[in-house]
């Protein structure tokens, strides 16, 4: 073949991973495409030479229980989540008060709506960041050299009478169930933003705090990741954080979630009917460097679909983000420069926001 010719042919190649990988596993698949096999240190399991294998257990994050929290027990329990946010920069949520059927529905709408034929889910794709919906695949499908085992649906969702009319028609459910959701996990994350903020015990820059992020942005992130022929060849999603303030996070039956704890890949595991809640960059600025956003990453299995619902919410675009300044002092300098959320967002629309580049860029680096 001519060099002209492998350009064609390997444009065509991308053009049908473009279309995502639901659409790739539905049209038959054995193996795993080139396209989608990452590095081997980068890969689910990764020994080096001179460790054993040894299969780690499963990872039990904290456990904060919200029925414990609004009672007499919650200065108990602030400090479960201020230990949690600064040793594993995640812990998971029960008695939170969302319905379970709330989102089992959401999970099943959101499983109906990717079974949809390609055509239907593909009116939503586009590469405008500041779009309503969003549906696409990989991790930033027109930067990533290696493409990730997802495929994702994201939903502007605060204010939501702003949003809710661009949201998907079909399946005819899916508006009102999913409305009902973004609903609920931003009641859910305005009682755990106040909890998290008095953690901190900063006082009133906390409730300051807590008041500009009850008019910031949600965006609710549907993960779809097919079973996968080979998953110890890819990634669901590779190693990030997240950039928002603090992630709710739901997920079905099925394990994939890792996250870095003490320098080690361990998976998450789930517990029915609970949220995932992790510390997002803005939170790490905001506490000057005291609770952690942490790197996680998502496997994919040979067996079993996979949905997860990731709700991230920030501080609105106009705010400017720093480390609170009654959690810094002349002997706790501000760690990180001051952010403006517009910075944040072109930043991680013309780079890939693989590991934690951004955070690492606003940091201040003193000199002793
Ligand atoms: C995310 C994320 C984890 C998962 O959407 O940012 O980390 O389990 N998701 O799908
Ligand atoms: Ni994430």
């Given at each position: 073949?001519?060099?002209?010719?492998?350009?064609?042919?390997?444009?065509?190649?991308?053009?049908?991973?473009?279309?995502?990988?639901?659409?790739?596993?539905?049209?038959?698949?054995?193996?795993?495409?080139?396209?989608y096999i990452w590095p081997e240190p980068d890969r689910?399991?990764?020994?080096?030479?001179?460790?054993?294998?040894?299969?780690?257990?499963?990872?039990?994050?904290?456990?904060?229980?919200?029925?414990?929290?609004?009672?007499?027990?919650?200065?108990?329990?602030?400090?479960?989540?201020?230990?949690?946010?600064?040793?594993?920069?995640?812990?998971?949520?029960?008695?939170?008060?969302?319905?379970?059927?709330?989102?089992?529905?959401?999970?099943?709408?959101?499983?109906?709506?990717?079974?949809?034929?390609?055509?239907?889910?593909?009116?939503?794709?586009?590469?405008?960041?500041?779009?309503?919906?969003?549906?696409?695949?990989?991790?930033?499908?027109?930067?990533?050299?290696?493409?990730?085992?997802?495929?994702?649906?994201?939903?502007?969702?605060?204010?939501?009478?702003?949003?809710?009319?661009?949201?998907?028609?079909?399946?005819?459910?899916?508006?009102?169930?999913?409305?009902?959701?973004?609903?609920?996990?931003?009641?859910?994350?305005?009682?755990?933003?106040?909890?998290?903020?008095?953690?901190?015990?900063?006082?009133?820059?906390?409730?300051?705090?807590?008041?500009?992020?009850?008019?910031?942005?949600?965006?609710?992130?549907?993960?779809?990741?097919?079973?996968?022929?080979?998953?110890?060849?890819?990634?669901?999603?590779?190693?990030?954080?997240?950039?928002?303030?603090?992630?709710?996070?739901?997920?079905?039956?099925?394990?994939?979630?890792?996250?870095?704890?003490?320098?080690?890949?361990?998976?998450?595991?789930?517990?029915?009917?609970?949220?995932?809640?992790?510390?997002?960059?803005?939170?790490?600025?905001?506490?000057?460097?005291?609770?952690?956003?942490?790197?996680?990453?998502?496997?994919?299995?040979?067996?079993?679909?996979?949905?997860?619902?990731?709700?991230?919410?920030?501080?609105?675009?106009?705010?400017?983000?720093?480390?609170?300044?009654?959690?810094?002092?002349?002997?706790?300098?501000?760690?990180?420069?001051?952010?403006?959320?517009?910075?944040?967002?072109?930043?991680?629309?013309?780079?890939?926001?693989?590991?934690?580049?951004f955070l690492e860029s606003r940091k201040i680096h003193?000199?002793?």
């Open positions: 073949m001519s060099p002209s010719m492998i350009a064609l042919v390997v444009e065509e190649e991308n053009k049908k991973y473009q279309r995502g990988v639901k659409h790739l596993c539905d049209n038959g698949l054995t193996e795993v495409p080139t396209k689910p399991i990764f020994t080096k030479p001179d460790k054993l294998i040894e299969p780690k257990q499963n990872l039990k994050l904290p456990i904060i229980d919200v029925a414990e929290l609004l009672g007499p027990n919650r200065s108990h329990v602030l400090r479960t989540i201020a230990e949690a946010c600064e040793n594993y920069g995640f812990f998971q949520v029960v008695n939170h008060g969302m319905e379970g059927d709330v989102s089992r529905y959401m999970i099943e709408v959101c499983k109906r709506f990717f079974e949809l034929p390609y055509e239907e889910r593909s009116k939503y794709m586009t590469s405008d960041m500041s779009a309503p919906v969003r549906y696409g695949t990989s991790f930033n499908q027109s930067k990533d050299n290696i493409f990730c085992w997802r495929d994702f649906l994201k939903l502007s969702a605060h204010p939501l009478p702003d949003y809710f009319p661009y949201w998907p028609s079909s399946p005819s459910d899916f508006r009102s169930l999913a409305a009902i959701y973004a609903k609920e996990t931003k009641e859910m994350f305005d009682l755990m933003v106040k909890a998290i903020l008095e953690s901190l015990e900063i006082d009133g820059e906390g409730d300051k705090a807590a008041e500009e992020l009850k008019e910031g942005s949600q965006l609710v992130v549907v993960n779809c990741y097919p079973p996968c022929p080979q998953p110890e060849l890819t990634l669901g999603m590779p190693p990030h954080s997240d950039y928002g303030f603090v992630t709710l996070l739901l997920q079905d039956d099925v394990e994939g979630l890792q996250i870095m704890y003490r320098d080690e890949w361990v998976t998450v595991d789930p517990i029915p009917g609970s949220f995932v809640v992790n510390v997002g960059d803005h939170l790490e600025i905001f506490s000057n460097g005291r609770y952690k956003s942490v790197l996680h990453r998502v496997l994919v299995n040979s067996t079993k679909p996979r949905i997860s619902v990731a709700s991230l919410h920030s501080f609105p675009l106009t705010s400017v983000v720093k480390p609170s300044p009654k959690l810094t002092d002349e002997h706790n300098p501000p760690q990180y420069m001051d952010t403006d959320f517009a910075t944040f967002l072109q930043y991680i629309s013309s780079r890939e926001p693989k590991w934690k580049n003193h000199i002793r």
